[in-house]
């Protein structure tokens, strides 16, 4: 089955820009999805097909996607933006969700 | 707006079996699937299956066949997901989360606020 590979942690300077990845062969054939998930809260859907943001989603956060990696940006982080963030593909077999490990972001 | 509203937390033994529910509102509650999620304390998100409420149609991951299911009740524009056989590794948050289109059936917009299923003894 396929798999979704994200860095364990990440820190960014208040106001810089910072970059998530996510690699797997999924990604070659489906698009990445974006979740964004702080402490005792829900996820939050912050990019879906690769680069759209729902509606309520700062124009701070982007996607992208190239072969086997998709990739997530946030220009310009506040201390707000700490949180766990996942992303999320299909199996390439089974057609089935699936989740990477999630990248946790410090704001410093 | 949108609300999926979900049922309180259960403290369970091994073996035994939980239903949890999903109450929603605020849109066709037919028109759109429904995705389960769980997070076991401090991992991360697991998938565990979709049910169209529309034709009741489901789709597991394999890891959970034959010990989970899901149902609705439109009348009353709830989902339920029933799981049997609960281990200690079961305990987790449970959410439902709303699938965004038909298209994007995998991303989920709208969730739940979880509900913490403990499986002790």
């Known amino acids: 089955s396929s798999e979704l590979t994200q860095d364990p942690a990440v820190s960014v300077a208040l106001g810089q820009t910072v970059r998530f990845t996510c690699q797997g062969d999924?990604?070659?054939?489906?698009?990445a999805t974006w979740y964004q998930q702080k402490p005792g809260q829900a996820p939050l859907l912050v990019i879906y097909?690769?680069?759209n943001r729902p509606s309520g989603i700062p124009d701070r956060f982007s996607g992208s996607s190239s072969g086997n990696t998709a990739s997530l940006t946030i220009t310009g982080a506040q201390a707000g933006d700490e949180a766990d963030y996942y992303c999320?593909?299909?199996?390439?077999?089974?057609?089935?969700?699936?989740f990477g490990g999630g990248t946790k972001l410090t704001v410093l | 707006q949108v609300q999926l509203v979900q049922s309180g937390a259960e403290v369970k033994k091994p073996g035994a079996s939980v239903k949890v529910s999903c109450k929603t509102s605020?849109?066709?509650?037919?028109?759109?699937?429904m995705n389960w999620v769980r997070q076991a304390p401090g991992q991360r998100l697991e998938w565990m299956g979709w049910?169209?409420?529309?034709?009741?149609?489901?789709k597991y991951a394999q890891k959970f066949q034959g010990r989970v299911t899901m149902t609705r009740d439109t009348s009353i524009s709830t989902v339920f997901l029933e799981m049997r056989g609960l281990r200690y590794d079961d305990t987790a948050v449970y959410y439902c989360?709303?699938?965004?289109?038909?298209?994007?059936?995998?991303?989920?917009?709208?969730w739940g606020q979880g509900t913490l299923v403990m499986v002790s003894s």
């Open positions: 097909g690769d680069k």
């Open positions: 999320s593909s299909r199996d390439t077999s089974s057609n089935h969700v699936i």
């Open positions: 605020g849109y066709n509650f037919a028109g759109s699937y």
């Open positions: 989360a709303r699938s965004l289109s038909a298209y994007y059936f995998d991303t989920s917009d709208h």
């Open positions: 049910i169209n409420p529309n034709s009741r149609g489901t």
């Open positions: 999924s990604l070659g054939n489906y698009y």
